[in-house]
């Protein structure tokens, strides 16, 4: 495999094209709970039922085209192997809970990864779809439409109370997840996010971070999503985690112009030494790792960085995932071979910029 | 803008809230936002696990102090997915949808603690499945919209409404008429 062809692995078709406020938000999805009426949820139901849903699915939508969503493929989780699952979770096209699964778990996904449909995990279906940058809204008009598109085959479990009914309580009535991953390094640095994320829980909102463990958010990378899924429309809830979205811009393009005031050279200093350390480090761990391409992703933004693509910190912080890395190895690495590796596919992603 | 509280700092934050479906917007200062309470400081983040686990030691708690015998009573269980609510409480997870008619009477408190006093669905309603409810939610903007009207004293077009309020009532009514036949 040449790099350039895994390279183009890492990143989703989707990923590739800008969006609005895209210096900022790196993508929006829209997630909606769905269950087959007259059939137990998957935690509870025999794997006969389970089967049939699959099969549904593999004959109803494999191969389909969608509007602008083209030929879906169906996935048997159980035909992969390990590291491939693992690879689509790095993806983001399916949980790890799914990937876990042994018997009947299944995932419909769009030639473009925009779309990915996952068959039994906690509920029978879960429909994701990705945009670049911030639009909710028009996520939530598509995913509306999809919605609309499975239910011409699956009687849906709907009750006029409670709405769409979800195995989990916290996914009742709207059954949907509306959420943005932001590059947040200015807020970080100065702490200020730490002091946002009560009031942002308090509005019924979660922040969390996307990669690294517990309360650490490697580089500065974090989801912000609706916590409220009853009760309210999903226009409603959209608008109001667009609102939280906008303003958590506004601070943190302030506070960029912020540091660039006041740091004088420590801020490019830290940016340069993050790009020398991708360029020639030999060994570097995914947290070193995740905070220089952070550093060096706002060296873009700001100007400082000229002719590095701007996609280079999401599609590193994915492709030096450790199922990417062993995927690319074709073999299962010890950590100490996974730094190495990660060091020398940072090293050739970079040399890639300068042809 | 000054903060809604203290009417002396800026208002530097901004909330909208949504509560059994009344949206109201406040714009307080950060300090003010932590003394009324707008802000509170979650010990560790948020753990579904340890909300739903609180919720249920309280209801039980609850059950237990109003009528003792509540443990020797048969429990709860769903006729459709056998799941009973000790093993709901234990997973934190529905069996099925009858699981919600099953276990109604106990979970509208953690329903109105997850979402914020929430306890019905008032958003996207299935195309296909959704038969009559489409044109109720319908009737229910139309209702709303008769009420500004009249705060407006816009009474021809009230009357316009509620013409167009009849009728839809009619197609209800007809439709029925026709599932029972
Ligand atoms: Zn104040
Ligand atoms: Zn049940």
Redo the contacts between chains.
Sequence with gaps: MTLEHFMKQAISPWMQEGGPDNDIVLSSRIRLAR?C?????P??AGENSLEKICHIFQQSYEHQTFQNYEDFEFILINDLTPIERWVLVEKHLISPHLAKKVQNAAALISKNEQVSVMINE?DHIRIQLYFPGLQLAKALKKA?DL??WI??KV????????????????N???G?RASVMMHLPALTVTKQLN?MI??I????H?V?GIYGEG?EAQGNIFQISN????????E?IVE?LQ?VVQ?LIEYERKARNRIIEQSNKSLEDRIYRSYGILEYSRIIESKEAATCLSNVRLGIDLGLIKNVSRNILNQLMVLTQPGFLQHYAKKALTANERDVLRASLIRERLQLEKK | MECQECHKRPAS?????????N?TEVYVC?VC?KEKG?????EE??S?HDL?SDLFNFDAAQIGSHNKTFQQTTELQCP??K?NFSSFKR???????QC?HTFSKH?DP??RR?????????????????GN?HTKKQIEQHKQEIQQLIENEAFEEAAIVRDKIKELERQIHHSEEVDDS
């Design positions: 269950n009426a007259d059939t137990p949820f935690i509870i906690e509306f919605d609309d239910e011409e009687d849906y479990a709907f009750d006029e109370t409670k709405g769409y009914l979800t195995s989990c309580p916290t009742v009535g709207t949907m002091r009560p009031a829980n308090q509005l019924g979660v969390r309360s916590q409220i899924t009853l009760g309210k429309s999903e409603d109001d609102s303003q | 934050l901004h909330f909208s809230q949504t509560v059994n479906g949206k950060e936002a707008y802000m509170t400081y979650p983040g948020y579904l739903l459709e997915c799941m997973t934190g997870k529905f069996g099925c949808a919600y979970i953690i329903f997850v979402h914020s006093g929430n306890t019905k669905h008032s958003g996207k309603i299935p195309k296909r499945k959704g409810l």
